[in-house]
């Protein structure tokens, strides 16, 4: 059964860079979507993008400017940075595979807070 | 974006009896190649969510088979037979025909 699970600081400063890693155990990164998601606050859940295992990528348009997704095979780990946040930045960040593009399995999420 | 609207947004239940939640989309979500991307997750409290359900009716493997979904086009439901207290959580219905894909605001099921 494979497990996910965030890592990275639970605050950033707005206009720096949030980056989030998310470790992959009980199988390989070399296969499969890798995808990240959030849910800000009193809101809904967004998909903020993916990469599949041959380094393909496709982000939310609204995001796409700020947003890169990349694979370590090396560590079995996928990450996130996003740039230049701001307060609307501040979620529950989730990772999460999928067989297809939708994440079938999820991390348990890690709160990121955007505030200086 | 394709906006998903649920309902309901609040489902109280009585254990052992059925429970429906509907899931409508702003668009069609059969994709180009004839399939339709629609998805149905559960959150238990604390807890991550999973997917239940995909391609509107297929079934995750280890989900019981209580759990079923229906639709097409545009209108998707998810049913339960028989609620059990297991059950409690949100339910969210999530698109991926087309980019974007979206999720509905999410159903909260809870017992009566």
């Known amino acids: 059964q494979v497990q996910l699970q965030e890592s990275g600081p639970g605050l950033v400063k707005p206009s720096e860079t949030l980056s989030l890693t998310c470790t992959v155990s009980?199988?390989?990164?070399?296969?499969?979507?890798w995808s990240w998601i959030r849910r800000p606050p009193g809101k809904g859940l967004e998909w903020i993008g993916y990469i599949h295992y041959s380094g393909r990528t496709n982000y939310n348009p609204s995001l796409k400017s700020r947003v890169s997704i990349s694979l370590d095979t090396s560590k079995n780990q996928f990450s996130l940075r996003l740039s230049s946040v701001t307060a609307a930045d501040t979620a529950v960040y989730y990772c999460?595979?999928?067989?297809?593009?939708?994440?079938?399995?999820w991390g348990q999420g890690t709160l990121v807070t955007v505030s200086s | 974006d394709v906006v998903m609207t649920q309902s309901p947004l609040s489902l109280p239940v009585t254990l052992g009896q059925p429970a429906s939640i509907s899931c409508r989309s702003s668009?069609?979500?059969?994709?180009?190649?004839?399939?339709?991307?629609l998805s149905w997750f559960q959150q238990r409290p604390g807890q991550s969510p999973r997917r239940l359900i995909y391609?509107?009716?297929k079934r995750e493997s280890g989900v019981p088979d209580r759990f079923s979904g229906s639709g097409s086009g545009t209108d998707f439901t998810l049913k339960i037979s028989r609620v059990e207290a297991e059950d409690v959580g949100l339910y969210y219905c999530?698109?991926?025909?087309?980019?974007?894909?979206?999720f509905g605001q999410g159903t909260k099921v809870e017992i009566k």
């Open positions: 999460g595979r999928g067989f297809g593009t939708t994440p079938s399995s």
């Open positions: 668009q069609s979500l059969v994709y180009s190649d004839g399939n339709t991307f």
């Open positions: 391609q509107v009716s």
């Open positions: 999530m698109q991926a025909t087309h980019w974007p894909g979206t």
């Open positions: 009980g199988g390989s990164i070399s296969s499969n979507y």
